[in-house]
């Protein structure tokens, strides 16, 4: 039985991976921080079993960890907080930063001695970091992070046989973006969110953007001029 690792599963995109795989018939990890939504998730699945730790914290990670020994891990935790008028809050920053980029970073130091040759890891960015965006400089900028990590990585990974892969959704519809006050074009749901993520991995993707359309959009704004680029993607989203 194919085992999966799913952090950031007690809600969003992360649980309804967790939903999916079991379906599947996958033997699911899923991890998080609230030990009721985690519990509520297995009580679905007799697939899924939990690990509750914090991310941001690397001794728990490790301990959390440190036995886990996964044919894919999917990176999925994180959060957004925006910076308003220009205000440049430096607290809120780095928790952005810590969670986005960090947290995940602690899961790489835990999980990689496990991994063995032909396994996979994916690390769940955002399309957020390819174009700048109203409000977005942490968490377009921890992601951004994130994504330069991944790419990088996968380089010096390759050797060992192990396999990242860069997801990178548009906007899906989940407890953080209902937060959200501004308009979200081309939003999709964490089903269609899932099943992307799911049909890229299995086909050995080293990039999942979505939705396509939004991504291919937001791909061809980050070639342009940076005037050009500032001017559109304000468009965007207001």
Known sequence: MKHVL??????????????????EGWKVTACGRNVERLEAL???SAQISILTFDITNLEDTRQALAWVQADLAILCAGTCEYLDNGVVEADKVLRVMTTNLMGPINCLDALLPGMATGTRIALVGSTASLVPLPRAEAYGASKAALAYFCRSLSL???????????????????????????????????????EFIRKGLARGASEIAFPP???WLLRFISVLPQSLQRLLAKRLVR
């Not at 799913?6 to 379906?23: E, F, H, R, V």
């Not at 046989?161 to 519809?173: E, H, N, R």
């Not at 407890?175 to 081309?186: A, G, K, W, Y």
């Open 6 to 23: 799913i952090t950031g599963a007690s809600s969003g995109i992360g649980k309804q991976l967790a939903l999916d795989y079991a379906a």
């Open 156 to 194: 010096d990974l390759a050797p060992r046989g192990i396999a990242l892969s860069l997801v990178m959704p548009g906007f899906v519809k989940t407890p953080l973006t209902d937060s959200n006050d501004f308009p979200m074009p081309m939003m999709i749901t964490v089903e269609k969110s899932s």
């Open 42 to 44: 297995a009580a679905a």
């Open 213 to 215: 359309l939004f991504a």
